[in-house]
């Protein structure tokens, strides 16, 4: 714990101008990032007597070691730096509005020549048009179900839509009507982007203008007794009715605005979006946060607007924005938000009416998501906390480790060895964090050997960390000297931003036993680390397995720190195994192109598409390779050369028969459009060390 007057700032040195302040620990790691009109009466307020501060503001100026800030010329540059370092560096006792989920949209792909329906996560792309967000997918599915047949728009994959027009057919909903087929040119570009459009109007809210002139069309068809026609209409028009019943008018037709409200206590606050759009409600999301500091309702408010605009511009912020209490100040606030929009936007707390009345449904929601959030994390953090206390336990540990790391090994048959380290802090995942390695320092299956590697690795950049920031005196070891890869400067950027392995675990976790665990021991105190503790979890037994003990140390089968550490050793695993089919399946991807030099990405695609195939390219005269735009007769002798000089491609496999494919049979390629090789498993994605 730390005295805050030990890094107390001088009298006369902290400015009185608007700022952003980041407070860090012993680690230098941000531990909290905060904006002031003036630096000096903000900051001021951290040191005083530590009995008069809140106490969660006095666990954060004890536990940081250091201050620093920077000057801005606004309130409003100070807001945007705030959100962009909170962004930046995950401070621990910043609110941070967390959710299990990404929110789905209804998504429209203009950016297309032929504009695709679909629901997608995640960030939002440039040129897309978006509705939402949705509380489930499947509420989207529905309701485009319902759209399709009035507005027959593309939804299949590029996949199925290059089958489709290579073969002349189209898919299920071509046949059945809900897509008006522009892969076998039923419909133009030109004409099934204006039903995209339409669909995408419709969807923003402007409905009333099209069901008028759907029912003039009907009854128009009526009067000349086309029948059939007017019975499709009216079928039309009840279907978009029934997609409209799904979301309910709430506010007069040109509303355009969000409702946030936040529901709070002691220690947790919940916070509930509604947005609203023509009128009607499109979409629900919500988040709830630890209140890790001091802060009002309109502190709370302020850091949600920041979380649900961060990141949008245009149309995506609306005119309005309804809170239950005003950031204070709120003029740099909403001067932020305007600039996000490109307009005005009045951000304000309903007073009567139907906005106010809204505005009260909102707040229950987020009442009942408090309520409901405690009554799952209650068992949840007991479990957790009983976990942590006995493994502690049972190693022998002076507190509970709060941050575990584990490590494992994987490889097929000794090709492709590659480790992994997984992070688990107060019992949770920490992805972020976790990392993966290349087994540099031989060839060949040797586990033990490759453990050891890993750990040096890890906690040599540990050391080399600990140097640079004057917590390390002494002179590293030989082999402590950083790796290639690690910028000079040590593993911080010139902001101090962290790396890779700035901060130390209390606890070492290796999938297997004693061979593995005297591994990781070894590596350790050769780098004169002895502070951290190392066990290992050996599979066939369950047995947790220490330096230097003969016999394991065997947790009960119910017990909830065997199962916690049984839940870090699997994910290890499986972050190692899905690294080592990465890399195997780049291996068997790769090509004798890839060794051309200067062929890049699109010039082997021209070829493969000119000639069909890797077989027929070899089989190609210089003259014919000529042929492919972009390929001169030097580059065209040095592929020829290339191909000859390979060795023939391993043939394709349907994996489903294990018949052997001829590589120009057609029908030899996945769901996207790869060809299917033997043995090529499945991509997964994850940091590279």
């Known amino acids: 714990m730390a005295d805050p007057s030990s890094y107390r700032p001088k009298p006369g040195e902290i400015p009185d101008t608007p700022g952003v302040y980041r407070f860090r620990d012993e680690h230098r790691r941000v531990i909290y990032v905060g904006k002031a009109k003036s630096l000096r009466q903000r900051l001021a307020n951290y040191f005083q007597d530590l009995a008069s501060l809140h106490p969660r503001t006095r666990t954060m100026v004890t536990t940081a070691a250091s201050v620093e800030w920077t000057v801005v010329s606004t309130e409003v540059e100070a807001l945007q730096l705030e959100y962009s370092w909170i962004k930046e560096f995950d401070p621990r006792f910043n609110v941070k509005y967390r959710d299990d989920k990404s929110y789905p949209y209804l998504a429209v792909t203009m950016n297309e020549e032929f504009p695709r329906v679909q629901v997608m996560r995640g960030q939002k792309r440039k040129g897309v048009r978006y509705f939402g967000p949705y509380g489930h997918a499947w509420a989207i599915r529905d309701t485009v179900d319902l759209l399709l047949r009035v507005f027959p728009v593309r939804t299949c994959s590029a996949g199925v839509f290059k089958n489709a027009a290579r073969t002349g057919r189209p898919c299920l909903l071509g046949y059945i009507g809900k897509c008006s087929a522009p892969c076998v040119d039923r419909v133009s570009a030109d004409e099934h982007r204006d039903l995209a459009e339409d669909f995408c109007d419709f969807m923003a809210g402007r409905t009333g203008t099209y069901i008028r002139r759907l029912e003039q069309q009907m009854t128009e068809a009526a009067e000349e007794m086309e029948y059939e026609r007017a019975a499709r209409l009216r079928d039309d028009i009840g279907a978009l009715r029934k997609a409209m019943e799904k979301s309910a008018v709430v506010l007069a037709d040109a509303t355009d605005a969000d409702l946030i409200a936040v529901a709070e206590d002691e220690l947790e606050a919940a916070v509930q979006i509604f947005h609203v759009r023509g009128g009607r409600v499109r979409g629900q999301r919500g988040w709830v946060t630890d209140k890790v500091e001091e802060i009002t309702t309109g502190a709370l408010v302020e850091h949600a607007l920041q979380q649900l605009y961060g990141e949008e511009k245009g149309d995506s912020v609306p005119k309005e924005v309804l809170?239950?209490?005003?950031?204070?100040?709120?003029?740099?606030?909403?001067?932020?938000?305007?600039?996000?929009?490109?307009?005005?936007?009045?951000?304000?707390?309903?007073?009567?009416?139907?906005?106010?009345?809204?505005?009260?449904?909102?707040?229950r929601n987020a009442q009942q998501a408090l309520v409901l959030h405690k009554?799952?994390?209650?068992?949840?953090?007991?479990?957790?906390?009983?976990?942590?206390?006995?493994?502690?336990?049972?190693?022998?540990?002076?507190?509970?480790p709060l941050r575990i790391e584990c490590y494992d090994i994987s490889h097929l048959q000794g090709d492709d060895v590659v480790a992994s380290m997984v992070v688990f802090e107060d019992g949770l995942q920490r992805k972020s964090e976790y990392r993966r390695f290349q087994i540099k320092g031989f060839a060949g299956q040797d586990d033990v050997r490759s453990m050891h590697e890993v750990i040096s690795r890890r906690f040599r950049r540990y050391l080399a960390e600990k140097e640079k920031t004057g917590e390390w005196v002494d002179d590293l070891p030989e082999e402590g000297t950083p790796e290639e890869g690690i910028p000079e400067n040590g593993l911080k950027d010139d902001d101090g931003r962290p790396k890779k392995f700035a901060y130390p675990p209390q606890l070492v976790v290796v999938d297997g036993g004693q061979p593995q665990v005297a591994a990781a021991k070894k590596a350790l105190d050769e780098l004169g680390i002895d502070d951290i503790a190392v066990c290992g979890l050996a599979k066939r037994l369950e047995e947790v397995w220490l330096p230097d003990d003969d016999d394991p140390v065997v947790l009960p089968r119910t017990s909830e720190g065997l199962y916690l550490l049984q839940r870090v050793r699997d994910e290890a695993h499986r972050f190692a195994i899905s690294y080592q089919r990465t890399k195997r399946a780049q291996r068997f991807r790769s090509s004798p192109l890839d060794?051309?030099?200067?062929?890049?990405?699109?010039?082997?695609?021209?070829?493969?598409?000119?000639?069909?195939?890797?077989?027929?390219?070899?089989s190609a005269t210089i003259d014919q390779i000529c042929e492919v735009p972009g390929i001169g007769r030097k580059t065209a002798e040095t592929i020829a050369v290339a191909l000859a000089q390979a060795a023939p491609a391993?043939?394709?496999?349907?994996?489903?028969?294990?018949?052997?494919?001829?590589?120009?049979?057609?029908?030899?390629?996945?769901?996207?459009?790869?060809p299917v090789t033997a043995g090529a498993p499945d991509e997964r994605r994850g940091q590279e060390t």
């Open 323 to 363: 809170v239950p209490a005003l950031p204070e100040p709120v003029e740099p606030v909403q001067e932020w938000l305007a600039e996000r929009r490109g307009s005005g936007v009045s951000l304000r707390i309903p007073q009567r009416g139907d906005k106010k009345a809204l505005m009260e449904t909102v707040q």
């Open 595 to 618: 060794d051309v030099p200067g062929l890049g990405d699109t010039r082997k695609q021209a070829l493969l598409k000119h000639f069909g195939s890797l077989k027929k390219l070899r």
């Open 650 to 674: 391993a043939p394709a496999v349907n994996t489903a028969t294990g018949e052997i494919m001829d590589e120009e049979e057609p029908g030899t390629t996945g769901s996207g459009g790869e």
């Open 375 to 400: 009554t799952k994390r209650a068992s949840d953090l007991t479990t957790r906390s009983r976990a942590l206390e006995e493994i502690a336990e049972a190693l022998d540990l002076d507190s509970a």
